[in-house]
């Protein structure tokens, strides 16, 4: 079993930078491939991005590429995202996701384990 608990969440102006933090519970975390979703008011969950448990490999939606970041430490067991150039479109609660399974995980059924969500409102 694995809890993941959401912070960093907040009110910023367009264009700027947040920086979201998940922190998971258990000891085999750095066996977890992590992900950040989000949800917007009236839409489905979409993916952020991912990173697999090494750290080496990360995937990202095409609507964040280039602006956010997402990162790992497992020595505190915690997954980071990195957003900067905030634009109004990115408001939505963020969730952290995590899994046990290998590869590229891109759509909510793949993950087994979510944290409670954190929200991020983007004022233009």
């Known amino acids: 079993q694995v809890q993941l608990v959401e912070s960093g969440g907040g009110l910023v102006q367009a264009g700027g930078s947040l920086r979201l933090s998940c922190v998971a519970s258990g000891r085999t975390f750095s066996r977890y491939t992590m992900g950040w979703f989000r949800q917007a008011p009236g839409k489905e969950r979409e993916f952020v991005a991912t990173?697999?448990?090494?750290?080496?490999?990360?995937y990202y939606a095409d609507s964040v590429k280039g602006r956010f970041t997402i990162s790992r430490d497992n020595a505190k067991n915690t997954v980071y995202l990195q957003m900067n150039s905030l634009k109004p479109e990115d408001t939505a609660v963020y969730y952290c996701?995590?899994?046990?399974?290998?590869?590229?995980?891109?759509?909510?059924?793949?993950?087994?384990?979510w944290g409670q969500g954190t929200q991020v409102t983007v004022s233009s």
């Open positions: 996701a995590a899994d046990r399974s290998w590869g590229v995980l891109t759509t909510v059924p793949e993950y087994n384990y």
């Open positions: 990173i697999r448990w090494s750290g080496g490999s990360t």
